[in-house]
């Protein structure tokens, strides 16, 4: 029996089976490549899940974590701590926004910004039965207040009762969301690009005009920017492209590159009319070593122009994904921005069943709902590792 079986077998034994894990133990990985237990080589296009935006092994990055271990890792928030200082700085300049707060993951930041808008609603007429308008297959998160906005009714169903009022509307179509909208709407939720849910970027008439809605009835518009956030896009945010600015906007994922650290962030008009001391804490949220993580991927964002490379690579990968659509007929669509793509299947083909192939060849993707595959690899590839990827595919698709 190898290593990698071995590990396996005790982990079936011994972790909660709430994953249906690929069959393989990585190990470490080397810029865009990760190798498992047994010495295989992978070519990434997860990137954990479009977590590790500047690959695997990045020195400066590196450094500066065990810098920080060398000094301190935690403090809690009774105290100040100069990474958060320096990280929240960074934060608010990059974002356009004007209050931040740090959580552990992209969930949490999720179940802040629910909160926000509800203080904010409160504090308007001293009322709590405000209603939150979410859309139709969105994913935020698997807490419940997350899961309660999550608009796939099969995440739901098993842990009802969900946080109350909440309504779902259809993305991209602003009629849906306006019959949503009621005297007691305090806040709208979305994906600026939908993941989990088949890589579904927002119309900009659509995005538009639910800033107009917001605006004119004083109604919190909250972006999640956990997954096409952090330059995925092409900009630092996916917002950007549209020309809209959010009241809250949260953020994880790329933002430690592998570091659970997330964030919320909003105006100050909403900091000023919600959370106040007490309503709302965390005891490891914004420690020193997550928030000197995000501060060494913001100096490496600049010192190696992610986002030039990403709009540069993003359209190449566009590119060679529409030349594998007309040449294979399975391939209804690709979609996506940047680098975060999705290519759609027809029912003959089975996209988490590829993705398996795929793993069997060397290439590490994964799926998302419609039948999907999932492309949110480190935003530091380069053209050569798109056309090996599409080899591979290509290989995958023609067995």
Known sequence: MSKMTELIDQAEQDLLH???RFQVVFDHGEGVRLYDTEGKEYLDFCAGIAVHALGYGNEEYKSALKDQIDKITHTSNYYYNEPAIKAAASLKEITGLDRVFFTNSGAEAIEGAIKTARKYAYLKDGTTDHEIVAMEHSFHGRT?????????????????????????????DLESVKEKISDKTCAIVLE??????????????????IREICNEKDILMILDEIQCGM????????????????????????????????????????????LKAGDHGTTYGGNPFATAAINAVLDQFKKLSVLKNVNEVGDYLEKKLLELKERYSCIKDVRGLGLIRGIEFDQDIKASDLCGKALEKGLVVVSASGNVMRLVPPLVIKKEHVDEMVKKLEECLNS
């Open 18 to 20: 709430t994953y249906n």
């Open 144 to 172: 419940m207040g997350a899961l309660s906005i999550t608009g796939t009714k099969s995440y739901r169903d098993p842990f009802l009762p969900m946080i109350g009022n909440i309504k779902y509307a259809d993305y991209n």
């Open 192 to 209: 600026t690009v939908q993941g989990e849910g088949g890589i579904h970027p927002a119309d900009k008439d659509f995005i538009k005009g």
């Open 231 to 274: 330059g995925r896009s092409g900009k630092m945010f996916a917002y950007e492209h549209y020309g809209v600015k959010p009241d809250i906007v949260t953020l994880a994922k790329g933002l430690g590159c592998g570091v659970p650290v997330g964030a919320f962030l909003m105006t100050e008009k909403v900091a000023d009319n919600s």
